[in-house]
């Protein structure tokens, strides 16, 4: 255990948010079920600041423990391996990322808004959480196969957003969009997105926003209202 700057031993909960922070030692009194979701998701945590340092194929089971100060047995006491903790994390992440970008969507006026509104709000969460953005933009794609699975399938389900786009366009517009040109913009969009991540750029990705918008909805306005959208404030 490392000591901060008096001499005492540092508290390896340090820094957590307070539902991640480490438990009091000895007879705490908390309900069990508590407990349990407590290191379950300081070890998801701690798994997320092992990856940013390590990198997935360099990350071990001991680096996890060890930023989420528990015990190895403790580890084992909620995932199998490595993998399965990586899967559980990514689920979380996910799953947080999806149900802020649909109550974005869908607080917006129209659809054109609604998308920039979606982006913005992708691009604030994974620029305010970078150790998550890595993981789920970045270390998913070398995690092994059923990871990789669960990626595509998270980007694929961001395509109905942009696919709602073509309910009200001209005949014209339709002819030119492809039937695969919302896995595209999706796909383009979560390239872009992770080049940056990987170039150490993650909470600058709100800078981002002009351009991504501008190019998913191009395709459905035209490049003239489209740039207009991504101008506005």
Known sequence: MTADSTGKPAD???????????????????????????????????????????????????????????????????????????????????TELRERVSQAFEEADDWPHAVK????????????????????????????????????????????YFRSGREGRSPEVLARLSPTTEEALVGGMASLVSRRIIAGKAKQLETLLPDLVEFTLTPYLGGTEAAKIAKED
């Not at 953005?133 to 109905?160: H, K, N, T, W």
């Open 12 to 94: 390896p909960g340090k820094g957590y948010p307070p539902e991640l922070a480490r438990l009091p030692p000895g007879r705490h009194g908390l309900p069990r079920e508590f407990v349990a979701h407590n290191q379950r998701e300081r070890l998801i945590a701690g798994l997320a600041e092992a990856i940013a340092e390590n990198g997935y194929t360099g990350t071990t089971i001991a680096h996890i423990t060890g930023h989420a100060a528990v015990s190895r047995r403790t580890f084992y006491e909620h995932f199998a391996s490595k993998d399965e903790c990586f899967v559980a994390a990514y689920e979380t992440v996910v």
């Open 117 to 160: 509104a979606g982006i913005r709000e992708m691009l604030r969460f994974l620029a305010a959480e970078p150790h998550l953005a890595r993981l789920c933009m970045v270390e998913a794609l070398v995690a092994g196969p059923v990871v990789v699975e669960r990626y595509d399938a998270a980007i694929q389900s961001f395509d109905p």
